[in-house]
């Protein structure tokens, strides 16, 4: 069902509040686009092209900068042209794929965060079975589920989002189309639409986070019992800077998202937007891409030894255990 109130399209407000930012956002916004495309399309490009990096891990994390890829491509140059000129307006075909398309980017995203966290707990919880379960098959299931997902989180929110009855004036309080912009642009009674729009934010917000932690306490459990130290730091550092992105990305979108009528998300919600759309897309690359470790005069290890060397001080924790117990 359509709302017919929406068809002359939208105002994007975005910083006009702060006109002297606009054009030092719009450079800002160029150089950190440009950063974007050339780490994430260089983690792609690696992970076809070496053969050593074949693995589940570069795979999943060559999957998470295409997400970023397409993200940025959607929102960015909506962005610019609403940061560069005095014509703030959207249409309303433009603004109904760019709220679609995010929202099924953004959901996908957190499927693939899952994934990722579900990669590890079998690397470190089950390493005798790592590569029987993680086969390449196996993979691309996974990716596609989390794909599917974020379509069903599409499908579902776009059009209870474009039912809501709006204010005349059309002005939305974003640089964006997306769903918290709407709800702050109602008018009159709105209270189920609200409830099913905020629900909808907290199933595709809490249960994968709720995954990811769960994933992230089994490992934690394992790692308490692992007693390489050299394996347990690794493990350590490499989780954590999983983590790290993870509250990142669903911080800002969960204060966005779950509440956007509150006063905080009114007052910083374009900053949040801002944080998420771009910045986290950026540290993507550069905080999950696992750093090469150097020894005097020696090319740095493939990924493939370290995560061997990981799973062999595991292999060797459980084969000490049984031992003990014989």
């Known amino acids: ?85 005095p014509d703030k307006s959207i249409t309303y075909t ?8 995010l929202l099924c980017l953004g959901a996908t995203e957190g499927g693939v965060w899952v994934v990722m966290a579900f990669d590890w707990y079998v690397a470190i919880c089950q390493p005798l079975c790592y590569t029987i379960i993680m086969h390449h098959r196996f993979c691309w299931k996974l990716v596609i589920i989390g ?36 709800l702050r642009l109602a008018c009159g009674e709105t209270s189920a639409i609200e409830w099913q729009i905020t629900i909808s934010a907290y199933l595709f917000t809490i249960m994968p986070v709720g995954m990811i932690l769960t994933s992230y306490s089994y490992i934690a459990r394992a790692l308490g019992k692992l007693q390489s130290e050299e394996g347990r730091k690794k493990a350590i550092a490499t989780c954590s800077s999983h983590l790290t992105v993870v509250f990142m990305f ?20 374009k900053a949040l937007t801002f944080f998420y759309t771009l910045v986290t897309r950026l540290l993507n690359p550069v905080i999950l891409h696992p750093k090469e470790q150097r020894s005097e005069g020696c090319s740095a290890k493939t990924a493939e030894e370290r995560d061997a060397q990981m799973k062999n001080d595991l292999l060797n924790n459980n084969n000490n255990k049984r031992m003990s117990k014989s």
Not at 57 to 64: A, G, I, T, V
Request: aromatic fraction near 14%; charged fraction near 5%.
């Open 1 to 85: 069902m359509t709302n017919n109130s929406f068809q002359v399209g939208f105002i994007l407000l975005g910083f006009t509040e702060w006109p002297h930012l606009e054009m030092v956002l719009f450079w800002t916004v160029i150089i950190v686009y440009t950063m974007i495309i050339l780490s994430n399309s260089t983690i792609i490009l690696l992970s076809r092209v070496d053969p050593r990096l074949y693995t589940p891990m570069y795979f999943f994390l060559s999957n998470l900068s295409f997400l970023d890829l397409c993200f940025t491509a959607t929102a960015v140059p909506q962005m610019l042209s609403n940061l560069w000129g």
């Open 94 to 101: 433009g603004c109904v794929i760019q709220l679609s398309v």
């Open 147 to 182: 794909w599917m997902s974020g379509l069903m989180e599409s499908v579902i929110q776009s059009p209870i989002t474009f039912q809501l009855p709006v204010c005349t004036h059309h002005h939305l309080d974003n640089f964006l189309c997306e769903g918290p912009a709407f």
């Open 250 to 269: 669903y911080g800002t979108v969960a204060i966005v998202y779950a509440d956007p009528k509150s006063h905080f998300a009114l007052n910083y919600g």
